[in-house]
């Protein structure tokens, strides 16, 4: 059975840049996973951070990686190792490119095990340069099984919930995985998130270990109601509803035990205005919807200070939802 995407906003399809010359610089941005309660099958694109691209024809046949910045050592240069180049390594194989040569250059530009999609951003972004590099216009969507192979070496897991959302923009349902079926959903304009990254470890691999295998059918019902709550709210311009559907009865009480002053940070949020709080992907990072930039702009601001005040670092970040995802640089 074929993979599917659809895409259910008012926005028009995205269409690839043409390529030129022997490089491209492509960006892609971060994204929210899960969004509280739609765990694995939901998440939106934000504006800031993201990760850049370098790509470089070469006269080699083969991938090369020439440079990672940002990563303090992290990541390895070993093609066969990194999720940007064995998601190009699997595009060329389906196209029948691999007898060229690529150099590739990876700037990551937000931080890893963030919660944020750092390796979806990594690996969008390659993705994207490739296929505008060989002037394919096909539709990007197309992208989407490659980028999840990059998923699948990152964390253990192909979940689409990240890359799905840095690829296509906007906010983002992933309905089945076998087979895939995506839908790119609505949602309000006057939307705001409110984004910060507590400077504490939550490898991705961990947090999913720690997930109950069994829940209770009353736990499950509530979660059908709030991912119904919530996409409902999306198509119907409803802050109010998304903000009271956005309740986690699953993973969001385990998960949270790993974040410093969880249940604080979200306190303070919503006596300041916000809509919803919640963690972002597996975490550590949390945001917060609210219906203006500067109530997010507080809001941020806020949960840094406190998270000063424990000790700890923090980057934060306000943005509306990104619905146009990877774009080219130069």
């Known amino acids: ?20 010359g022997g490089g491209i610089h492509v960006f892609a941005p971060a994204t929210v996973a899960n969004v509280v309660c739609g765990f694995d099958v939901l998440g ?18 083969g991938i090369t990686i020439s440079k990672i910045t940002g990563d303090d050592g992290r990541l390895p240069m070993d093609p ?3 999720t940007v180049s064995v998601s190009v390594q699997h595009y060329l194989q389906s196209v029948g490119r ?14 890893i095990g963030s919660g944020l999609g750092s390796s979806s951003a990594s690996t969008v972004a390659g993705l994207f340069a490739i296929k505008t590099l060989l002037g394919d216009d096909s539709d990007p969507a197309k992208l989407l099984p490659f980028a999840m192979k990059g998923e699948e070496m990152a964390c253990g897991h192909g979940h689409a919930d990240n890359v799905a959302p840095a690829l296509l923009g906007g906010f983002v349902l992933i309905r089945s995985y ?20 507590p400077d504490v470890d939550v490898p991705t691999r961990e947090a999913r270990q720690i997930i109950r295998k069994n829940i209770q059918m009353k736990d499950a019902v509530t979660q ?36 410093p002053d969880f249940y ?36 941020t601001q806020k949960l840094q200070k406190h998270l000063t005040a424990l000790k700890i670092g923090s980057n934060g970040y306000v943005s509306t939802i990104n619905d146009a995802g990877p774009k080219v640089l130069g």
């Open 264 to 299: 604080k940070m979200r306190e303070m949020a919503m006596e300041l205005g916000a809509v919803s709080f919640g963690i972002s992907g597996s975490g550590p990072s949390v945001f917060a919807f609210t219906k203006d930039e500067d109530t997010a702009k507080r809001i």
């Open 80 to 82: 066969a190792k990194n």
């Open 224 to 259: 059908w109601g709030n991912i119904a709550g919530l996409v409902s709210g999306l198509f119907m311009n409803d802050i109010d509803l998304i903000g009271r559907s956005m309740k986690d009865v699953l993973v969001e009480p385990v998960r949270s035990m790993l974040i």
């Open 1 to 20: 059975m074929e993979n599917k995407i659809e895409d259910l906003t008012t926005a028009p399809s995205l269409a690839p840049p043409s390529g030129g």
């Open 178 to 197: 076998e087979p895939l079926d995506v839908v790119r959903l609505p949602h309000p304009a006057g939307l705001y998130c409110a984004i910060v990254f």
């Open 98 to 111: 691999t007898d060229i040569g690529l150099d590739i250059e990876l700037h990551k530009k937000m931080p």
């Open 44 to 61: 939106f694109a934000v504006n800031e951070p993201g990760d850049e691209v370098i790509m470089r024809m070469t006269n080699k046949p």
